[in-house]
């Protein structure tokens, strides 16, 4: 049973530019969220996606959006990188159907660098 | 906002050693969950509590929602080297019905001397 899976491991990428970083939901789950967690803190939301849709978004500026697609799994994309966006990206993924949405199971992570 | 303490921050512990950690909130939630983080590696899952006053084991980690729901706490018995990591609590309110992200602690860094 595959666990949540996250590309690329690692990435670097200087100001200005843009990003999209991909996860895949554990076998079963329909829900995904993303998280950014800097050095030394807890996870912050960014946002859940659902049924193809946004379902709830954390205090992120508009450069950060995402998208589901039809098998569940999700992307993260974030334009006019700054410095501040260095951090490792996180996607959990749980599920509706279990009655257990909240219980989130989380990927190893993206880990990005902005120069 | 709500808004999570964790403590302790760190500690540092000899193996076989109890261990406890916890968490409090300003606000209630229905859901804990904890988490334990190694480097470069997302958090795993440890031990998930739905209801208040549930006493959860897993192995030799014990964990609490406090019957306030504002509380939880993370025991840890005979510590091994293994434990060594970054352990997290979070939590989530579903009473307004449309609240779906986790709050998280800041953690607290477990270290253990053989």
């Known amino acids: 049973d595959a666990g949540v899976t996250q590309s690329p491991t690692h990435l670097i990428k200087t100001r200005g530019q843009q990003v999209t970083l991909r996860c895949s939901p554990k076998?079963?789950?329909?829900?995904v969220s993303w998280y950014q967690q800097a050095l030394g803190q807890g996870p912050q939301f960014i946002f859940q996606?659902?049924?193809?849709?946004?379902?709830q978004r954390g205090n992120f500026p508009d450069r950060f959006s995402g998208h589901q697609f039809p098998n569940y799994s999700s992307e993260l994309n974030v334009n006019a990188l700054l410095l501040g966006d260095s951090a490792l990206y996180l996607c959990?993924?749980?599920?509706?159907?279990?009655?257990?949405?909240?219980?989130?199971?989380f990927g190893p992570g993206t880990r990005l660098t902005v120069l | 906002g709500q808004q999570l303490n964790q403590s302790p921050q760190s500690m540092f512990i000899q193996e076989g050693e109890d261990v406890s950690m916890n968490c409090t909130s300003s606000?209630?939630?229905?859901?804990w969950l904890w988490y334990k983080q190694e480097p470069g590696e997302g958090p795993v899952l440890l031990i998930a509590?739905?209801?208040?006053?549930e006493l959860t084991s897993n192995g030799r980690l014990t964990a609490q929602f406090g019957i306030t729901r504002k509380d939880s706490f993370l025991n840890i018995s005979a510590s091994i080297p293994s434990d060594v990591g970054i352990y997290f609590c979070?939590?989530?309110?579903?009473?307004?019905?449309?609240?779906?992200?986790?709050?998280f602690g800041k953690g607290t860094l477990l270290t253990v001397n053989p």
């Open positions: 959990a993924s749980s599920s509706i159907t279990s009655g257990r949405t909240n219980t989130q199971y």
């Open positions: 076998s079963g789950h329909d829900t």
């Open positions: 996606y659902y049924e193809e849709e946004e379902r």
């Open positions: 606000s209630i939630f229905n859901t």
């Open positions: 509590l739905y209801k208040a006053g």
């Open positions: 979070a939590g989530l309110d579903r009473s307004g019905g449309s609240n779906y992200k986790l709050t």
